[in-house]
């Protein structure tokens, strides 16, 4: 398998009032194509700062971030935002979408900035992806009048809408019931299965969750990784 | 529509009351540059389009005899333009029962083809008066009773009343308003003329120069006019060359229009700072918002582009309200200008280049102003942009906590503390708007405090000029018996020049002789030192004359030339005085080589107790005993009168200033009413967990209300000590523009006490009002709020 993600002596301080806080800490890892990573640890281990990395939104205060064979962090703010649209899709843990806009706008938002989707192909790409993830019916509804749940889905939709290679989700159940939940797990082990990278942060139990590795922080350190479950990650669990 | 445009543009529709707040930020800015704008072109365009249609004289010359001068000879010279003999005579007019002021009489040669100085006909007829009657310049309708077909008294010669009817009304806008001098002005026929008057006509030449040359050149042909006349044998009395093309009462046009240029510069730097800090609140607000557009793959300058936008947008919805408003404004303004100065407004559409530059101004002025929080708020990283949570990292303690204030105060310091820069600059705003408010009460102040000086500088009530000097019994006799009167002192007096250079280019100047050590007139000296009775030929002179003679010196000696007699006098003194051209010289020096007759050309009368009512009947007594004498008489003004003249002139400006100094300071609460409510709504949550925790809405608005009495409290010391050097510039602006001398600086209690409450008010229902909203709603969605 081809390592997309590569991290190499990764370390990142922040500064807090007079102190330094390393946040991470000599971080080595390495993600390959197709995989479905679970970044675990409890509050403080790092494990934003990490994801941080994978996306670009952060720079390492030591060691380089390989992404796609591309140095991240030695491009410029603009071109890695261009870089990050187009190779990464991120889902948050307050879903983020734009509140003035209807769900079908927040997904062209996407397309018009990132220009990767044709013009003539951007309304089929929105109307495929909302069906996807089993949103069809709200596309022309703003967020506020969908549930959590529904928010969720509409925002791995428009992490996706431009067919990125990797998805990238910060605690993308943390806000949601169970039952919710289980719905949209469901929905990554759809897109781990189409071959997407998929890393997701959780301090979610794991239990009857299915992931090709888990990487378990400590103090901004790697403690452990799990290269193989017991479980089998690409047989769905019934909602 | 592009989804990035889209999104702006609900931003706009559904954020309703920013966007409004926002609008109106600009639409202040731009109203206010944009009146001024439209108000100048009109009023500068207007007046002059009204005075120079008139083709106002460029000199004129008065002898005795011009029966040498051929006219038709005269207007074919290559220098001039045109010339006629305009009579003029200065006389008396009863304008209400027992009220007299000055009025002009002008001989008109021919009411029907006007070679310069032209007047316009009101009403249907065009033609001149029927013989034997006058027309009256419609201004004087505002200061008298004088009707159509009226028959008002005229005091003229020698004392003889004559009661002339009035067969219309005219227009004259070369003369001075009457409202503003108190005089009127009527035009008659030559025959007319010389019967009511007495008078020989012809004696008044006026005429044009070819090409407008300047004032320099037209001394310079009159120069060789003067010459001409000479060697025809015609002697001339008197020579004056008024500031070409330039209307009497120009300067106060250019007071009211400064005053409007400022108050429409500071509408626009209020409306662009109340912008600046709308549009910064709002990226502040959306930061978050910004960060997940960089993180979904907008470029910096996709997000620039995106805002700018929206600034874009809301230009065009500011322009296309203040544009109409500006317009129908600067219309109104210029009416208003109109209406003081006796023109009319002309203009019936405004240049295009004025609509371009106000269109232009709608889409700069928001981009201009919102470019510091655009490229700030657009910069920020998406890193830094997703870890936004509305919480700044704060300095250590300052020691606030251990200060011995309640909790709420300790919360309401910090959280001011805490936001240092924006409440800084809140504070500035409200300061400025204090310190303009404040400077407005203080120049006032400064404007009645020289009118209380002119007044105390005169310790007479009523001033009684004679047309022509008369021995001194006769002067007297008329009021040997009239009372209450504690005094009279006589004067002798004339016109005359002081001559800098061969022909003088002012009005002449008045003479006044009187006793060096006189009680009754104490001036205000600016330089120098007023009259000794060292028994040496000294004058001392206003600050108008000082202005004329450019490179006047103290201890110069100069050629006096008091009609045609001429006395080298030492200049020894500028005094301060609100009024026309005066030159101060000892009685004794005066009579001894000017009038050897001693002849008395003005009366001064002191009441005796100077209360308003024994003035009014000293002054009723003086007009009695006037109508059985046949003394000539060219004036009879009180100081209360001539107080009402200064008064008025200035009044108008005095209104403007407060009105500017109000607009400020409620455009300047406004600013904090807007910052104060993006505040209020970036702590929607902290007042959620305020409320959670037990804060009832009181408590709460008693938080914000105490915020905003500390942000007012210091932002009135601020404008305190902003008003002091302001006022100082302001008050030495006005003089030099209203009497070409810099007030000085006075302080207004009033206005202290009324800037602190009214400012404390603003600030006051500046910060309850915001908070009103966010009080009343639910504490779970306040919660929620992100």
């Given amino acids: 398998m081809k390592p997309i993600i590569q991290l190499q002596n990764v370390s990142k301080s922040f500064r807090a009032g007079q102190r330094y806080f390393n946040a991470l800490e000599q971080v080595n890892l390495t993600i390959n194509e197709g995989e479905f990573v679970a970044i675990v640890g409890s509050s403080g281990s790092g494990k934003s700062t990490l994801l941080n990395m994978f996306t670009g939104i952060d720079h390492p205060t030591k060691g380089t971030v390989t992404i796609n064979d591309a140095d991240i962090h030695a491009l410029n703010e603009s071109k890695l935002a261009r870089w990050r649209g187009e190779n990464v899709g991120i889902v948050f843990q307050f879903f983020q979408l734009i509140p003035t806009l209807s769900i079908a706008d927040n997904l062209f938002l996407a397309m018009d900035f990132v220009k990767v989707i044709p013009k003539k192909d951007r309304k089929q790409r929105m109307e495929l992806l909302l069906e996807q993830v089993g949103i069809a019916d709200h596309a022309d509804k703003l967020p506020s009048a969908l549930s959590g ?35 949209i797990w469901n929905l990554f082990y759809d897109f781990s299965a189409s071959g997407k990278t998929i890393l997701i942060v959780t301090h979610e139990k794991l239990d009857g969750l299915k992931f090709d590795r888990v990487v378990s922080l400590k103090d901004g350190k790697i403690h452990s990784t799990h290269t193989h479950l017991t479980v089998d990650v690409h047989k769905k669990e019934p909602v | 529509m592009n989804t990035p445009f889209k999104k702006i543009m609900n931003d706009i529709r559904l954020n309703y009351t920013r966007t409004g707040l926002v609008v109106l930020g600009l639409i202040l800015g731009l109203v206010g540059a944009g009146s001024v704008a439209v108000s100048y072109t009109i009023a500068t365009r207007d007046l002059n389009e009204n005075f120079l249609r008139t083709k106002p ?15 038709d000879t005269f207007r074919k010279k290559e220098a001039i333009e045109s010339a006629e003999f305009r009579d003029l005579s200065r006389e008396r007019i009863e304008v209400f029962p027992g009220k007299w002021v000055k009025v002009s009489l002008h001989g008109v040669e021919d009411f029907n083809e006007f070679h310069l100085a032209e007047i316009f006909f009101e009403g249907e007829e065009k033609h ?53 001098d108190e005089y009127i002005n009527a035009y008659v026929d030559k025959k007319t003329f010389r019967e009511i008057t007495g008078k020989k006509s012809n004696n008044r030449l006026i005429y044009r120069v070819k090409n407008g040359p300047g004032k320099a050149g037209i001394e310079n042909i009159t120069l060789e006019i003067l010459a001409e006349f000479e060697k025809a044998g015609i002697i001339v009395d008197k020579v004056i060359i008024p500031q070409p093309e330039t209307h009497p009462h120009q300067w106060q046009m250019n007071t009211l229009l400064t005053l409007e240029g400022s108050i429409g510069f500071l509408a626009l730097l209020m409306g662009s700072v109340m912008v600046w800090q709308l549009i910064s609140a709002t990226l502040t607000q959306q930061t978050r918002q910004i960060g997940i557009l960089k993180a979904i793959g907008a470029t910096r300058r996709q997000v620039f582009t995106m805002y700018l936008f929206k600034v874009i947008i809301l230009g065009v919805i500011a322009g296309l309200i203040s544009i109409p408003l500006a317009v129908k404004i600067g219309y109104a303004f210029a009416g208003f200008v109109a209406i003081q100065l006796n023109f009319d407004i002309l203009t019936t559409s405004l240049p295009g280049y004025l609509y371009v530059w106000m269109g232009a101004a709608a889409l700069i002025l928001p981009v201009v102003t919102s470019l510091p929080a655009l490229l700030k708020g ?50 500035i705003m409200i300061g400025l708007g204090a310190a303009i408010f404040n400077t407005g009460f203080n120049v006032r102040q400064s404007i009645r405090d020289m009118l209380n000086k002119q007044g105390e ?86 600050q108008k004359v000082l202005d004329t003679f450019e490179g006047a010196l103290i201890g110069q000696f100069y050629p006096l030339n008091v009609e045609g007699k001429i006395l080298n006098v030492k200049l020894v003194g500028v005094i301060k005085e609100f009024g026309l051209e005066r030159i101060y010289v000892d009685e004794e020096i005066f009579n001894r080589s000017f009038n050897p007759g001693n002849l008395v050309k003005s009366l001064m009368f002191v009441a005796e107790s100077n209360t308003r009512k024994e003035v009014a009947t000293l002054e009723k007594e003086i007009e009695g005993a006037l109508t059985s004498s046949v003394i000539s008489i060219a004036n009879v003004e009180s100081q209360a009168g001539r107080m009402k003249i200064l008064y008025d002139h200035l009044n108008v400006i005095l209104m403007m200033l407060l009105s500017m100094a109000i607009l400020v300071l409620i455009v300047a609460s406004l600013g904090m009413a807007s910052a104060m409510g993006i505040m209020i709504i970036e702590r929607t949550r902290e007042i959620g967990v305020l409320r959670a925790i037990g804060a009832t809405p009181r408590v709460i608005y008693s938080l914000f209300v105490m915020e905003g009495t500390i942000i007012s409290t210091a932002g009135v010391i601020l404008g305190f000590f902003l008003s002091w050097p302001l006022s100082v510039v302001a008050s030495a602006f006005f003089g030099v523009l209203i009497m070409d001398y810099p007030f000085g600086y006075s302080f207004s209690f009033p206005g202290v006490i009324i800037t602190g409450i009214v400012t404390l008010v603003l600030g006051l229902l500046a910060s309850y009002l915001p908070a009103y909203k966010v009080v009343k709603g639910n504490t779970r969605e306040a919660l929620l709020y992100e």
């Fill in chain 1, 149 to 183: 749940g529904e928010q969720q889905r509409a925002a791995i939709a428009r992490a996706l809408v431009n067919d990125p290679p990797i998805l990238v989700a910060d605690e993308p159940t943390g806000n949601l019931d169970s039952k919710t939940a289980r719905a």
């Fill in chain 2, 57 to 71: 004289f460029h000199v004129e010359i008065t002898s005795g005899n011009f029966e040498e001068l051929s006219l």
């Fill in chain 2, 378 to 427: 657009t910069r920020v990283s998406a890193w830094e942009a997703t870890n936004d949570y509305g919480i700044q990292p704060t300095d250590p303690e300052a020691g606030i906590s251990k200060l011995p204030f309640s909790s709420q105060v300790t919360l309401a310091v910090r959280d001011i503390l805490i936001r240092k820069k924006k409440l800084a600059l809140i504070v």
């Fill in chain 2, 457 to 542: 500088a005169l310790n007479y009530d009523v001033q009684l000029t004679l047309s022509n000097p008369v021995p001194l019994q006769q002067a007297l006799a008329p009021f040997s018996d009239i009372r209450p009167l504690k005094k009279i002192e006589a004067r002798g007096g004339a016109t005359g020049v002081l001559q800098t250079s061969q022909v003088e280019t002012t009005a002449e100047a008045t003479v006044f002789a009187l006793p060096w050590d006189t009680d009754l007139f104490r001036p205000e000296i600016i330089k120098g030192r007023w009259l000794q009775g060292n028994g040496q030929p000294e004058v001392v002179i206003n």
């Fill in chain 2, 128 to 180: 001149g008066p029927i013989p034997g009657t006058m027309f009256i310049e419609r201004d004087g309708q505002k200061i008298s009773d004088i009707t159509l077909h009226g028959t008002p008294a005229l005091r003229v010669g020698n004392g003889q009343y004559k009661k002339v009817p009035v067969s219309g009304f005219v227009f004259d806008p070369a003369q001075s308003p009457a409202t503003q």
